[in-house]
């Protein structure tokens, strides 16, 4: 008899395997949190400063209106900043899949992009349904149920965006008491690492997402690294 998958096994595994890819994984969940820091806030730096540099040229009446960040420069901006933090979903769920095949993973599996372009449009439906059900209060955790294992399929069998949501969902579906667990479980650990000066994250993040690989390939019939 072999036990059905849990989200406890999910994260006892998802800690061996963090133990066994450590370095490879801080490293690498750094080094893209850092492109978010400074893309993020050297930009806001520079649009403020231009502001402000523009609005000592111009009268009193003026000055407080143009002492703020243009509209178009804060697009760009959040633009930039959405666009690294889709590339790192993408390159991160590789290194993932990397270690649930028991491979030792380094810092470059986690600057693959594999099927970067259908991994952007469903990183992009993802947003706009967190968005337009953020007025329910839970539009996000539905989201994250639905789509748990969107991007897996992605990655991991080369589906299309439409095709990866519609499997993320059946199986999502198909095991929701876990699932459902398991996304709670995700983002509390994910919260928590945030609210230690977001040096926790490191540990938190990557460890809720190596439970996430884990449920993925166990429920959808494929084969974990011991």
Not at 11 to 29: E, P, Q, T
């Amino acid at each position: 008899y072999v036990a059905p998958p849990d989200v406890g096994q999910a994260f006892s595994w998802g800690w061996a395997k963090f133990k066994d890819n450590a370095g490879a994984l801080i490293v690498s969940h750094l080094l893209w949190g850092l492109a978010l820091v400074i893309v993020g806030g050297v930009g806001f730096a520079m649009l403020t400063a231009g502001a402000a540099a523009s609005s000592s040229s111009q009268s009193d009446l003026t000055a407080a209106a143009g002492g703020s960040p243009s509209l178009g420069g804060i697009v760009v901006l959040s633009i930039a900043v959405t666009l690294i933090a889709l590339f790192a979903s993408i390159a991160c769920t590789n290194g993932y899949l990397v270690i649930a095949d028991g491979r030792k993973a380094s810092i470059g599996d986690f600057f693959v992009f594999r099927n970067i372009g259908q991994g952007i449009l469903l990183s992009l439906l993802t947003a706009v349904a967190a968005g337009l059900l953020s007025f329910t209060g839970i539009g996000s955790l539905a989201v994250g149920f639905f789509t748990a294992y969107a991007m897996f399929f992605v990655i991991d069998r080369g589906f299309s965006a439409i095709d990866a949501i519609k499997a993320s969902v059946a199986l999502a579906l198909k095991n929701a008491g876990q699932t459902i667990l398991l996304v709670l479980l995700v983002s509390v650990a994910a919260s928590v690492g945030l609210a230690v000066c977001g040096i926790g994250a490191l540990v938190t993040v990557p460890l809720g997402y190596l439970a996430v690989t884990y449920l993925y390939r166990r429920f959808s019939g494929g084969q974990v690294a011991a």
